[in-house]
């Protein structure tokens, strides 16, 4: 089975913190993704990347920056955290192969900004 | 652009009962759907997918999905709902081209089982 593995569960931070949030895939997928759930408002994508150093925005980058220098991990970085920013935060990979490759989630990092 | 609509927020259904939740979407060419559910406090975990082929797709757990171009629809579907099938259900339709793909979510519907 595919393993997306973020390395928090909860995290509390202060605003104006630099934020980091670790996302570790172990089965080789080309494409990782970076979304945040919001309630009523479902998951939008913030950042994604197909290769290594790649990385492409998504709907929603504003506040946000993202590193992907192996191939494995995908890191979601918040420069300077405000309260907006609040919420949970869910790491994909899937597979470059014929369209329609489902993504792989991992478990989620609730995020607090106080 | 694409955009998928989940018109329930939220849904109660008896234990044992049937269900249904609703799924449409706006895709000018042939689209990628996907069905994910997310228990409390996890990630989501995908239940079925409709590429072509067959417009009635049997996924994990009991659930099913059919495809119906004519309504731009893609209900899920469960005959007997149990009691661990508390969650929300996200509908997802993909977007790119071949090789690569982004998903496009509804808001997702939370279903509630009543004893």
């Known amino acids: 089975d595919v393993k997306v593995t973020q390395s928090s569960r909860y995290l509390v931070k202060r605003t104006g913190e630099k934020v980091f949030l670790e996302c570790v895939q172990d089965?080789?997928?080309?494409?990782m993704f970076w979304y945040r759930q919001d309630p009523g408002l479902g998951l939008r994508l913030i950042y994604f990347s197909y290769d290594v150093k790649m990385k492409e925005k998504g709907d929603i980058p504003e506040g946000y920056s993202v590193s992907r220098e192996k191939k494995e991990r995908f890191s979601l970085i918040l420069e300077s955290a405000s309260t907006n920013q609040t919420s949970m935060y869910l790491c994909?990979?899937?597979?470059?192969?014929?369209?329609?490759?489902?993504?792989?989630f991992g478990d989620g990092t609730r995020l607090s900004i106080l | 652009a694409q955009s998928v609509t989940q018109p329930d927020i939220h849904i109660t259904v008896s234990e044992g009962a049937s269900l249904e939740l609703r799924c449409n979407y706006s895709?000018?060419?042939?689209?990628?759907l996907f069905w994910y559910v997310q228990s409390p406090g996890q990630g989501l975990q995908l239940l079925l997918k409709y590429f072509s082929g067959d417009t009635l797709v049997q996924g994990i757990k009991g659930f099913e999905a059919e495809f119906k171009r004519s309504q731009s629809s893609f209900n899920l579907r469960k005959p007997s709902v149990h009691w661990s099938d508390a969650a929300e259900y996200f509908c997802?339709?993909?977007?790119?081209?071949?090789?690569?793909?982004?998903?496009?979510f509804g808001t997702g519907t939370r279903l509630l089982v009543s004893p």
């Open positions: 994909a990979s899937s597979h470059q192969g014929h369209s329609g490759q489902p993504q792989h």
């Open positions: 997802a339709v993909g977007q790119g081209s071949a090789g690569f793909q982004k998903l496009v």
């Open positions: 089965m080789d997928h080309e494409n």
């Open positions: 895709y000018g060419a042939t689209p990628y």
